[in-house]
T-cell receptor, first 118, second 110 residues
Framework: GAVVSQHPSRVICKSGTSVKIECRSLDFQATTMFWYRQFPKQSLMLMATSNEGSKATYEQGVEKDKFLINHASLTLSTLTVTSAHPEDSSFYIC??????????????FGEGSWLTVV | QKEVEQDPGPLSVPEGAIVSLNCTYSNSAFQYFMWYRQYSRKGPELLMYTYSSGNKEDGRFTAQVDKSSKYISLFIRDSQPSDSATYLCAPNSGNTPLVFGKGTRLSVIA
């Protein structure tokens, strides 16, 4: 079964509003989680690395003030898309690096969240 | 050179065929090698996990790693229509995020 859970799986919001996406590791502690964005028929693009208890590390070109990442516990990271615009509509996917109980360096993905900004 | 390169396909095969999916990488520090399967509109699902060079078999799937040539392969035996998906290779050094190529789109025709 799934070891990383994302919520919501699908969300529609109005332009200018903010949307929060949650990513949870279900049966392991994840000190590091990753957020990706994927446009249709494109590859997964890494947005940021989220470390528990510290600031996220953003990839070049990703606006940290627009995509707020919080990793407040060892099992939860959140991505908030602030002041969303239609061009932010995409498939957002989180992943988590498994701990010793989950083969150390294996990375598991959530089911993804479809964001549509209207 | 891109860090991870895959032929994006699409690759179309008849049901029952043996499928060979390949990937090259440039970073010699990679020592963990993962294959993910992604169905349309879903998150990637871990298929195979291999450490260092060699082969690993799991059911109809065999992963092969040749670190000397920086070449990794995934073989699917007796392919099924349910195997139709995008396959992503993900070599990793163990302490960095996964970086993906475009993935290879596979269609298995009944």
């Amino acid at each position: 079964g799934a070891v990383v859970s994302q919520h919501p799986s699908r969300v529609i919001c109005k332009s200018g509003t903010s949307v929060k996406i949650e990513c949870r590791s279900l049966d392991f502690q994840a000190t590091t989680m990753f957020w990706y964005r994927q446009f249709p028929k494109q590859s997964l693009m890494l947005m940021a690395t989220s470390n528990e208890g510290s600031k996220a590390t953003y990839e070049q070109g990703v606006e940290k003030d627009k995509f707020l990442i919080n990793h407040a516990s060892l099992t939860l990271s959140t991505l908030t898309v602030t002041s969303a615009h239609p061009e932010d509509s995409s498939f957002y996917i989180c992943s988590a690096r498994g701990g010793a109980e989950r083969r150390g360096n294996t990375i598991y993905f959530g089911e993804g969240s479809w964001l549509t900004v209207v | 050179q891109k860090e991870v390169e895959q032929d994006p396909g699409p690759l179309s095969v008849p049901e029952g065929a043996i499928v060979s999916l390949n990937c090259t990488y440039s970073n010699s520090a990679f020592q963990y090698f993962m294959w993910y399967r992604q169905y349309s509109r879903k998150g990637p699902e871990l298929l195979m996990y291999t450490y260092s060079s060699g082969n690993k078999e799991d059911g109809r799937f065999t992963a092969q790693v040749d670190k000397s040539s920086k070449y990794i392969s995934l073989f699917i035996r007796d392919s099924q229509p349910s195997d139709s998906a995008t396959y992503l290779c993900a070599p990793n050094s163990g302490n960095t995020p996964l970086v993906f190529g475009k993935g290879t789109r596979l269609s298995v025709i009944a």
